[in-house]
């Protein structure tokens, strides 16, 4: 009789975890999509930072697309977001995120808010996040987004993100997530002495190489990462 009450609790806790489990998948019905996304297209890609890798688990990324993408939130590609911008590719973000070298007490600067995707992913990983969006109308959508999830730590701003934000500079970090001509002076000088700055920076060939520059006695050296393919920069204001 003991046996049988024995298999019983057992039983009972296994029928319990089960129901728990199912129960947090139907509250977050993409994670299995996430998970995989983690290990496929990130880690199996070199990515071994576990701040980062951490980061990239916990971020909804279905929470930044349009509802008409959401059924394509974790496949590898970027995704449109409207007004001609779009959500980087999750590699992409990982790869640029892990290439800053982040510590928990870091301030970073993030040039391109977009959906709020990149910031977020920042966030989980820093103390301070300040992102500039130069199209009015993503800045308001994305600080909505971004109080709503509970991101304290991120402040957005409509504004030219090439000019910086110079009340909170210095930087630890400095992330352009459009792609550029060259780093403009108005964000080196804003970087801190050793810190990292990473842009797509334009090329001949009618596409962009990831950039990083480290600043060393206020100078940037500068290292090609990969190459890739962004947005271009917009210059002016647009609602």
């Keep these: 009789m003991s046996i049988l009450k024995n298999w019983i609790r057992v ?35 070199g990515i071994t930072d576990p701040k980062v890798i951490r980061a990239m688990l916990k971020v909804k990324r279905e929470e930044f697309v349009p509802k008409i993408w959401q059924k394509f939130a974790y496949s590898d590609t970027p995704l449109p977001i409207g007004k001609g911008q779009t959500i980087s ?34 966030a989980e990983i820093v103390k301070e996040v300040y992102t500039i969006e130069i ?17 304290k ?8 993100g090439l000019l910086g934000w110079r009340e909170f500079s210095p930087f630890d970090a400095i992330i352009i997530t459009c792609a550029v001509e060259d780093f403009p002076p108005q964000l080196i000088e804003q970087l801190k002495e050793g810190g990292r700055i990473l842009a797509p920076i334009n090329n001949k060939k009618g596409y962009q190489d990831l950039v990083l520059g480290i600043k060393r006695e206020g100078k940037l050296i500068k290292k090609k990462i990969i190459p890739c393919r962004f947005v271009p920069v917009t210059h002016k204001l647009r609602e």
């Excluded at 975890?17 to 996430?34: A, C, M, T, V």
């Excluded at 977009?114 to 920042?122: E, N, P």
């Excluded at 199209?135 to 991101?151: V, W």
């Design 135 to 151: 199209i009015k109308s993503l800045a308001e959508s994305a600080q909505e987004r971004l109080k709503r999830l509970g991101y």
């Design 89 to 122: 590719q999750p590699f992409m973000v990982a790869l640029m995120t892990s290439l800053l070298e982040l510590e928990p007490d870091d301030k970073v600067l993030e040039i391109g808010t977009g959906s709020g995707y990149q910031a977020a992913v920042l």
């Design 153 to 160: 730590n991120i402040k957005v701003k409509w504004d030219n």
């Design 11 to 45: 039983f009972s806790f296994i029928i319990s975890i089960i129901f728990f489990l199912n129960l947090y998948s139907q509250q977050d019905p993409f994670l299995k999509e996430r998970e995989k996304m983690v290990k496929e297209q990130i880690i199996n890609r």
